[in-house]
């Protein structure tokens, strides 16, 4: 039990979004343990640095929680609040994830001038994104879209439709959510459509394993969001999941049962699979998936 009057220390990313989501969770806290105090230390990460290069070229996953997760390991922070999508699936050792928050939205949308949707742009429209799962899925749909790298958190990315000349954007719905830009979202795509990165839309609480700040973590979080991030980490760390290797994921539990609907790209096709079970077997759905899709991909 952390004691009355303890200061609970709470690692965040400097941008906006990641300060508005450590505040979501230390608020999920303190209506929990209300005596609490709780402190945002803000550390700048490496991704948040390196806003020329793809994310591919940049050090894939980790470059958005590497100096969160040294802090946390040098005792300097007590918790570790990140975008569950930007965690890769090894943890350094001593630390673990405490906690998964109920998800927000996790499809991807588009957000385009006079809210054209993505059937209706121009041919050869140009579509703002970084990420290969998104480009892959994008050239899917429509082959002739002209696809640009885009970096910088989600207001700067906005900002550079103009200055890139850009007809669209296609970025996490739960981010503009959160930051109420709602308004700016002209379509939303259904996960099967275009297939989420793994863990999109649901907030990861990091803590060291031996610390007694594990119980007080462990209050906020959602059991059904936690079980279907398991199968969608496990399908992304049967497939080597990185920046490098355009995957996605997304569980939807029902009941006492888990679906996970999984997409991978390789040899220039894009191979998704739905795959079902108890969640008990969440882990072993998002391995069989992987199989599956691995197999159908290398034919």
């Given at each position: 039990?952390?004691?009355?009057?303890?200061i609970?220390?709470?690692?965040?990313?400097?941008?906006?979004?990641?300060?508005?989501?450590?505040?979501?969770?230390?608020r999920?806290?303190?209506?929990?343990?209300?005596?609490?105090?709780?402190?945002?230390?803000?550390?700048?990460?490496?991704?948040?640095?390196?806003?020329?290069?793809?994310?591919?070229?940049?050090?894939?996953?980790?470059?958005?929680?590497?100096?969160?997760?040294?802090?946390?390991?040098?005792?300097?922070?007590?918790?570790?609040v990140?975008?569950?999508?930007?965690?890769?699936?090894?943890?350094?050792e001593?630390?673990?994830?405490?906690?998964?928050?109920?998800?927000?939205?996790?499809?991807?949308?588009?957000?385009?001038?006079?809210?054209?949707?993505?059937?209706?742009?121009?041919?050869?429209?140009?579509?703002?994104?970084?990420?290969?799962?998104?480009?892959?899925?994008?050239?899917?749909?429509?082959?002739?879209?002209?696809?640009?790298?885009?970096?910088?958190?989600?207001?700067?990315?906005?900002?550079?439709m103009?200055?890139?000349?850009?007809?669209?954007?296609?970025?996490?719905?739960?981010?503009?959510?959160?930051?109420?830009?709602?308004?700016?979202?002209?379509?939303?795509?259904?996960p099967?459509?275009?297939?989420?990165?793994?863990?999109?839309?649901?907030?990861?609480?990091?803590?060291?394993?031996?610390?007694?700040?594990?119980?007080?973590?462990?209050?906020?979080?959602?059991?059904?969001?936690?079980?279907?991030?398991?199968?969608?980490?496990?399908?992304?760390?049967?497939?080597?999941?990185?920046?490098?290797?355009?995957?996605?994921?997304?569980?939807?539990v029902?009941?006492?049962?888990?679906?996970?609907?999984?997409?991978?790209?390789?040899?220039?096709?894009?191979?998704?699979?739905?795959?079902?079970?108890?969640?008990?077997?969440?882990?072993?759905?998002?391995?069989?998936?992987?199989?599956?899709?691995?197999?159908?991909?290398?034919?």
């Amino acid at each position: 039990m952390i004691p009355t009057g303890r200061i609970v220390r709470v690692g965040s990313r400097e941008s906006r979004l990641a300060l508005v989501q450590t505040e979501i969770v230390i608020r999920l806290l303190k209506d929990r343990r209300p005596e609490l105090e709780f402190e945002v230390v803000k550390i700048k990460t490496q991704g948040d640095k390196l806003l020329d290069v793809n994310l591919s070229d940049a050090g894939g996953k980790g470059v958005f929680v590497k100096e969160i997760e040294e802090a946390l390991l040098a005792g300097s922070i007590d918790l570790a609040v990140h975008s569950m999508k930007d965690v890769p699936y090894e943890l350094p050792e001593g630390l673990c994830i405490a906690a998964v928050t109920e998800r927000e939205d996790p499809r991807d949308v588009l957000i385009s001038r006079d809210k054209r949707r993505l059937l209706n742009l121009r041919p050869g429209a140009r579509i703002g994104t970084s990420s290969l799962r998104r480009s892959v899925q994008l050239k899917a749909l429509r082959p002739d879209l002209d696809i640009v790298p885009v970096r910088g958190n989600v207001p700067t990315r906005i900002r550079k439709m103009d200055d890139l000349e850009l007809d669209g954007l296609v970025l996490a719905a739960a981010g503009i959510k959160r930051l109420g830009l709602e308004e700016l979202i002209a379509e939303y795509f259904p996960p099967e459509v275009i297939v989420p990165a793994v863990g999109q839309g649901a907030l990861a609480v990091e803590a060291r394993k031996d610390d007694d700040i594990l119980e007080l973590a462990g209050l906020v979080s959602h059991k059904a969001t936690e079980v279907a991030v398991r199968a969608e980490r496990s399908f992304m760390r049967a497939l080597g999941g990185s920046c490098r290797v355009p995957l996605g994921a997304f569980a939807r539990v029902e009941g006492t049962v888990v679906t996970l609907v999984g997409m991978v790209e390789k040899n220039g096709s894009v191979c998704k699979g739905t795959m079902s079970g108890k969640l008990k077997e969440a882990e072993e759905i998002g391995l069989r998936l992987a199989e599956r899709l691995g197999d159908s991909s290398d034919r």
